[in-house]
């Protein structure tokens, strides 16, 4: 996982703890993003292609999507974007 994507979650994470305050969100919120990872792991080809060899896919509670590239053997996590977010601000990551 690149490191922007860790503290991409994490910010979300803090945000949730702060703002909504409630530590329900908290753990549903890392629950539902362990779960699109496993499944990605067992089914990359599963989210929808972006740009640049990317694909991504949406969370179904939370207004975020995982970007993430894969090979043969490898799925790396890209970034962790808002929705509403249209720029490929992580286009450039690895």
């Given at each position: ?15 949730y ?6 530590n329900?969100q908290v753990r ?6 362990r779960e ?11 989210g929808?292609?972006?740009v ?7 969370l ?6 995982i ?13 962790l ?10 286009a450039?990551r690895?």
């Amino acid at each position: 996982m690149a490191q922007e994507a860790r503290a991409e979650i994490a910010a979300v994470i803090r945000w949730y703890a702060r703002k909504a305050g409630k530590n329900m969100q908290v753990r549903a919120f890392r629950t539902e993003v362990r779960e699109i990872l496993s499944l990605l792991s067992k089914h990359p080809n599963m989210g929808s292609p972006v740009v640049c060899g990317t694909r991504c896919m949406a969370l179904r509670r939370f207004p975020f999507r995982i970007v993430y590239h894969h090979n043969s053997d490898t799925l790396r996590i890209i970034a962790l974007t808002y929705h509403s977010r249209r720029s490929v601000y992580w286009a450039g990551r690895q």
